[in-house]
């Protein structure tokens, strides 16, 4: 499985953004997807994640601003971030998550200024 994420860039605190995971195979819909993050000097850490049935969880950091989607037509999963902060601050990642392996992007930055 590979996956590219886009989407990331520099934005004002407040603001919105949406991270794409493009992923490759066939097999996209039966994987679950999560969104990581990892800010300067600090461990990666979850964001959010969508089950295959399209049930989701997210961290409480993020809860009601940020918004995780997938469609299953175009292999991709998105993360729809709003009212963005500071330390929203990230290299955000993109994971495919079967049981027993997971499967890593390469990251797209997010910057918030204040």
């Known amino acids: 499985v590979q996956l590219v994420e886009s989407g990331g860039g520099l934005v004002q605190a407040g603001g919105s953004l949406r991270l794409s995971c493009a992923a490759s195979?066939?097999?996209?819909?039966?994987?679950?997807m999560a969104w990581y993050r990892q800010a300067p000097g600090k461990q990666r850490e979850f964001v959010a994640r969508?089950?295959?049935?399209?049930?989701?969880n997210y961290a409480d950091s993020v809860k009601g601003r940020f918004t995780i989607s997938r469609d299953n037509t175009k292999n991709t999963a998105y993360l729809q971030m709003n009212s963005l902060k500071p330390e929203d601050t990230a290299v955000y990642y993109c994971?495919?998550?079967?049981?027993?392996?997971?499967?890593w992007g390469q990251g797209t930055q997010v910057t918030v200024t204040s």
């Open positions: 969508i089950n295959p049935g399209g049930s989701t």
């Open positions: 994971a495919a998550v079967p049981i027993g392996n997971t499967y």
């Open positions: 195979g066939s097999i996209f819909s039966i994987y679950p």
